[in-house]
T-cell receptor, first 113, second 114 residues
């Protein structure tokens, strides 16, 4: 079965640069979520979209923005990168909101030097 | 707000040993409960879920029962294998109370040795 696809798998950027992470949800899933997982930490919710509209906002810094496009894929844009932004960034998708299970991609590992 | 507390790791077991990873939660509404597993270098995979009190989720020999009276969702497996070595996250979703999607516990690293 098709899963959530994230690209790139690895990304290395320098401080103050920008980065764009992409997420392609499972076909027919209408909700996309972004999570940030620091080393040895639990995933922290950043932001989510339902039917291309922002549905929830978590601990996403103002330097980050995200959107969901007409084909339901989503992009997380990160500007003025800081060393502390180094983490695994996961995208997840679900069908509908509520308490539907989230299906996660394999993540993008971002390293800021 | 909603929260999940799970036992700290790492947990090291011999193959075929019995596994229990404790998980308790705090929620204001009627949450659904989940266990996710993360293998090295991979994303989180849904292991099992339970959506209401007394439901039992099960998958791949793992089980967990939604206990509302003790606000718990402990993960168990009767006989672990080396391939079960991973980090296990307990999580809840309490959207009925308008809370953020999927709150995770801190994760428990399991190492199974042959």
């Amino acid at each position: 079965a098709a899963g959530v696809i994230q690209s790139p798998r690895h990304l290395i950027k320098e401080k103050r640069e920008t980065a764009t992470l992409k997420c392609y949800p499972i076909p027919r899933h209408d909700t996309v979520y972004w999570y940030q997982q620091g080393p040895g930490q639990d995933p922290q919710f950043l932001i989510s979209f339902y039917e291309k509209m922002q549905s929830d906002k978590g601990s996403i810094p103002d330097r980050f923005s995200a959107q969901q496009f007409s084909d339901y894929h989503s992009e997380l844009n990160m500007s003025s990168l800081e060393l502390g932004d180094s983490a695994l960034y996961f995208c997840a998708s679900s069908l509908g909101g509520g308490n539907s299970p989230l299906h996660f991609g394999n993540g993008t590992r971002l390293t800021v030097t | 707000g909603d929260s999940v507390t799970q036992m700290e790791g790492p947990v090291t077991l011999s193959e075929e040993a019995f596994l229990t990873i404790n998980c308790t939660y705090t929620a204001t509404g009627y949450p659904s409960l989940f266990w996710y597993v993360q293998y090295p270098g991979e994303g989180l995979q849904l292991l099992l879920k339970a959506t209401k009190a007394d439901d039992k989720g099960s998958n791949k020999g793992f089980e967990a029962t939604y206990r509302k009276e003790t606000t718990s969702f402990h993960l168990e497996k009767g006989s672990v294998q080396v391939s079960d070595s991973a980090v296990y996250f307990c999580a809840l979703s309490d959207r009925t109370s308008g809370n953020t999607p999927l709150v995770f516990g801190k994760g428990t690293r399991l190492s199974v040795i042959a």
